[in-house]
């Protein structure tokens, strides 16, 4: 078998590797769908949200709606590289009911794809996000960076879409992602 034949398998391998690693930390908390807008690969950034969006329900996939086109400009605007990986802090009734579960499903996607950054795009998802790595808070637009993470909340990014002074609000919190990068 030549080196070229056999590269194509590594990758298969490792591809399988994550995605039963996001399996794995998608059934932290039971019931949850998988509700991501990417596949499971390398992601530069994990971005979450607290809760879904009517957008999200209908479509089944995490940022269906504005916020997903506009929080990949962002970030491809910011030099983070790829496709991120979208995923909703609280997916289902059970998630709100154990914060922990939600917590450490975050804290094993963040693992599974990779991320070196955690984006938390509103206030539930920064709870869960300062949860799932063992903070007391993280506040909007200052970077805290864990073992291995680098992590950023925003306040509420969807609805600063409709208002462009909150819009110009959370991009400055966005651009502290670059900083110190």
Known sequence: MTRTA????????????VAADVERAES????????ASSSPAYCAALVVKGRL???DEAAGRAFAGPDGEAVRKALAALGVPGEPFLAVTRPTAKANEDLEAAARRICELAHAVE?????????????????????????????VDVPGFRLLATNDFAAALADERAKRAVWRQLKALAKGR
């Open 28 to 35: 932290v908390v039971g019931g949850s769908p998988r509700i």
């Open 115 to 143: 991320a070196e950054i955690v984006l938390a795009l509103d206030p539930v998802a920064a709870d869960d996000v300062a949860r799932a790595f063992g903070l007391q808070e993280l506040k909007p637009g200052e970077p």
């Open 6 to 17: 056999a590269a194509p398998d590594s990758a298969r391998s490792w591809l399988a590797k």
């Open 53 to 55: 969006s009517r957008e």
